[in-house]
């Protein structure tokens, strides 16, 4: 079975991420980027669903890279959730996966739907 970790700071939302996910998945959370850290070297999950904005305004982009140069991370895929490009209209979509800025394979922008957490984490998976 396919593990997944969720580190958001929003504990609610961590919540309903595991809910829709746990028929179908392993699922672990972590509440903050130095917990999430941990829990992926202990946890070894195939997916990281990462909040942007945790503890300082780039908690997210900074545990992101973390793992994309870390020898026991790096082959993690990372899902970055996130309302920033709503308020800061960036367009994190064109910027995925470039190393330099969002080391992530995709993103979705808050609040989630299931229907689409389901999808995108089952395309990044397979």
Known sequence: MKKILIVDDDQDLR??????LE??????????????????????????????MMETLSAGFDLARELRTGEKTSHIKILMITNVDKAMKIDYQSETGE?????ADG??????EPKELLATVQKLLQ
Do not use: C, H, N
């Open 99 to 103: 190393a330099s800025w969002l080391p």
């Open 23 to 52: 028929k179908q998945y392993r699922v672990q959370e972590a509440g903050s980027a130095a917990e999430g850290m941990a829990a992926a070297l202990k946890f070894q999950p195939d997916l990281v669903l990462l909040d942007v």
């Open 107 to 112: 993103y979705i922008v808050k609040p989630v």
């Open 15 to 20: 919540e309903v991420m595991k809910t829709v």
